[in-house]
């Protein structure tokens, strides 16, 4: 790990400007520290094959398979509408994409002709990625890249798996019964911490819609960003879904008192820490997402809420609803069953993925729809 001695590139870029300028809200800072053009964690031009997560994706093709389920069910709903647009935001390298691409075109083929896969991702270098990766997808027309959504989706659904805990949040803490921000200042070791009055007022509106008061000298954060983006994808979508999977938990549990400092992570080679300012560039910095929050803005564009659960529940449904056929694929072996079998579980296990993930599905211009990813287990 590099030594504190030793600033980052980012590090000294971001010591510069707050020595001209002041102090920098933790919003601009995780901004800078994860999406920087040069030397941003996710956007950086040279990606290292190593990362200091582990996904859903990652765990197994599985995943993909039960979504693009979910999806084809989203799409009759709908009146098998073509085309019907996928658009996936924060799509990476468009491992995820290929699963659910390939699933469709493999097991439903009515479906996968009505497809249009829309991959949203703002690092250049990984929407080059998605190019080699789903070359076959993109010869059938049935791939685009961008950084930016769609501005109109007629009919589809509008997903992301885990965007948006990554999107760069206010951290403020309550002091003498007031609301503070914590703003990013420069002390004798470099890049701090430093209280002071709240940059918007935005923050305490935030906490007043959702009817929560922190306690004394509890830290928190406030996702604004989140709050903006489901507002801007309920507006451009005319009639489908908006689907979010991500960790987090509702308001009334997020701002409890069993999150005294908060949910901030940074994560490096697979270690997590509270040490924010040790490497910006260099490590990933992650927050628990307020679903509470994600179903009040997305009100405000029109979306409905159609079902909260966990991923373990969600997934769980969708393999019992396709008679757990979708936990495997024509031509495998016996051994490969039974590594499809373990890989589930992975997903699944209340103590890992299962439980920690949350899945948020919205709707707009459909009554009160009815998924097989809520039925009850």
């Known amino acids: 790990m590099r030594a504190r001695s030793e600033p980052t590139p980012l590090a000294l870029i971001l010591a510069k400007q707050i020595q001209s300028q002041g102090p920098i809200t933790f919003a601009e800072f995780m901004e800078a ?12 031009p040279e990606q290292p094959a190593r990362r200091d997560y582990f996904t859903s994706v990652d765990a197994s093709p599985i995943f993909g398979r039960l979504l693009g389920r979910q999806f084809h069910e989203m799409w009759t ?89 990554a999107f760069p949040v206010h951290r403020v803490v309550r002091e003498g019964g007031e609301l503070r921000e914590i703003y ?46 489901i507002m801007e994808a309920a507006q451009k979508l005319r009639q489908g879904f908006v689907l979010s999977i991500d960790y987090g938990h509702e308001a009334s549990e997020l701002y409890d008192e069993r999150h005294m400092r908060g949910t901030l992570l940074a994560y490096e080679r697979h270690r997590a820490s509270e040490d924010f300012f040790r490497a910006p560039g260099e490590q990933d910095l992650t927050a628990h997402v307020n679903f509470t929050a994600l179903d009040r803005c997305g009100r405000r564009g029109g979306l409905a809420r159609t079902g909260l659960t966990s991923q373990s529940n969600f997934l769980l449904a969708l393999a019992r609803h396709s008679d757990f056929a979708d936990l495997q694929s024509d031509g495998m072996s016996e051994a490969e069953q039974t590594r499809a079998r373990l890989l589930f579980k992975t997903l699944i296990h209340p103590e890992g993925m299962g439980e920690t993930f949350q899945v948020l599905i919205q709707h707009k211009g459909i009554e009160e729809p009815h998924l097989a990813g809520f039925e009850p287990l």
Not at 33 to 44: A, D, W
Not at 88 to 98: D, Q
Not at 102 to 122: G, I, K, Q, T, W
Not at 192 to 213: H, K, M
């Open 77 to 165: 709903l709908l009146g098998r509408p073509n085309p019907f647009v996928l658009a996936e935001a924060g799509a990476g390298t468009g491992a995820l994409a290929k699963q659910i691409l390939d699933f469709a075109a493999e097991s439903l083929p009515e479906f996968y002709a009505a497809l249009e896969f829309a991959a949203v991702e703002r690092s250049a270098a990984r929407r080059e990625m998605q190019s080699k990766l789903l070359g076959a997808h993109i010869a059938r027309g049935k791939f685009t890249a961008s950084s930016e959504l769609p501005s109109e989706i007629t009919d589809g659904c509008i997903f992301s798996n885990e965007l948006m805990d």
């Open 33 to 44: 520290c994860l999406y920087h053009p040069e030397f941003g964690y996710y956007t950086k």
């Open 184 to 229: 990013v200042g420069l002390g004798k070791d470099g890049l701090c911490g430093q209280n002071g009055t709240p940059s918007t007022p935005a923050l305490g509106a935030y906490f007043a819609e959702e009817q929560v008061t922190l306690q004394d000298e509890q830290q928190a954060e406030v996702n604004l960003a989140a709050c903006e983006w």
